[in-house]
């Protein structure tokens, strides 16, 4: 399953991070692409200093 965390908003770049927690990034690229989101890329992610990011149990992966 992909789970949606969040997203990180960086107004000074114009550039949104979605963040899903999932077990791999193919799983988020391919629920991403039945659910019609457009990215320029998948990538893993690893949550430093972030407690609610650092406590899912099936990691996460950025979307952008």
């Known amino acids: 399953p992909v789970d949606y ?3 990180l908003l960086v107004p000074g770049d114009e550039v949104v991070f979605h963040i899903f927690a999932a077990t791999s990034s193919a799983a988020v690229r391919n629920a991403s692409l039945r659910a019609g989101l457009e990215f320029e890329r998948v990538l893993e992610s690893i949550p430093i ?3 609610a990011l650092a ?3 099936s990691g996460s992966e950025a979307l952008r």
């Open 49 to 51: 200093g972030i407690a």
């Open 5 to 7: 965390v969040g997203a």
């Open 55 to 57: 406590a899912s149990p």
